[in-house]
């Protein structure tokens, strides 16, 4: 079967920084994105991993190993606009343009 | 660049009651995708459509149609409303160019409620 597995919810402090994990059993693998989604709105893209290793973009850095089957996204210097849901997203086979999404985790930034 | 818009953004449907959702991006995008997401349960892929004029099913087709008769277009209809497809629908589209990354353009959403 297709699995992705996230947290639901996690709770951080302005400032600080937090580590968002997301584990995937898919049949085959072309790429793990992630999406941030603020309450009623639409996702949008953060970042792409398809190689193991880091990106950075800013404040936002997503990790991936694609032998572990594991990603994180890291966010640090948290803001208060950055509660938001997070979104953990597989592209499982290559040729095909079909997305599989986790559940995403409901990041709570506290003052 | 208007990006992605959706039409309607709410709609409340008796059971067995029809309706089409209207998807309209400007990226001249080739990929166009609809999704549902209920609490809990994410995102799930309903159809998706690779070109004008092609559509395949996602994970969840049962209980819905889809067109694409334009590129820019993607419909998405319910030929007889039930209660189960109360949800919030989002409609996405995305580049094939080489080198470019994927990512998906999500529209605002339509919320719809079948009672």
């Known amino acids: 079967g297709q699995n992705i597995d996230q947290p639901t919810e996690m709770t951080a402090t302005e400032g600080a920084i937090v580590q968002i994990n997301c584990t995937y059993q898919?049949?085959?693998?072309?790429?793990l994105f992630w999406y941030q989604q603020h309450a009623g709105e639409a996702p949008t893209f953060l970042s792409y991993?398809?190689?193991?290793g880091l990106e950075e973009k800013g404040r936002f850095s997503s990790f991936l190993s694609r032998s572990k089957g594991y990603s994180y996204l890291l966010l640090k210097e948290l803001q208060m606009k950055d509660s938001a849901s997070y979104l953990c997203?597989?592209?499982?086979?290559?040729?095909?343009?079909?997305?599989?999404f986790g559940t995403g985790t409901r990041l709570k930034v506290l003052a | 660049n208007a990006g992605v818009t959706q039409t309607p953004k709410f709609r409340v449907l008796k059971t067995g009651q029809s309706m089409t959702l209207l998807c309209a991006q400007d990226?001249?995008?080739?990929?166009m995708y609809w999704y549902r997401q209920d609490p809990g349960m994410g995102l799930r892929l309903i159809h998706y459509?690779?070109?004008?004029?092609?559509?395949a099913k996602g994970e969840v087709p049962d209980g819905y149609n889809v067109s694409r008769l334009k590129k820019q277009n993607f419909l998405l209809g319910l030929e007889s409303a039930a209660p189960s497809q109360t949800s919030v629908y989002f409609c996405?589209?995305?580049?094939?160019?080489?080198?470019?990354?994927?990512?998906?353009?999500f529209g605002p959403g339509t919320r719809l409620t079948v009672l």
């Open positions: 459509s690779v070109g004008e004029g092609t559509t």
């Open positions: 991993n398809v190689l193991d």
């Open positions: 997203a597989v592209r499982a086979t290559s040729g095909t343009y079909k997305y599989i």
């Open positions: 990226m001249n995008h080739e990929y």
């Open positions: 996405a589209s995305s580049s094939i160019e080489a080198g470019i990354v994927d990512e998906q353009f």
């Open positions: 898919t049949s085959g693998f072309n790429g």
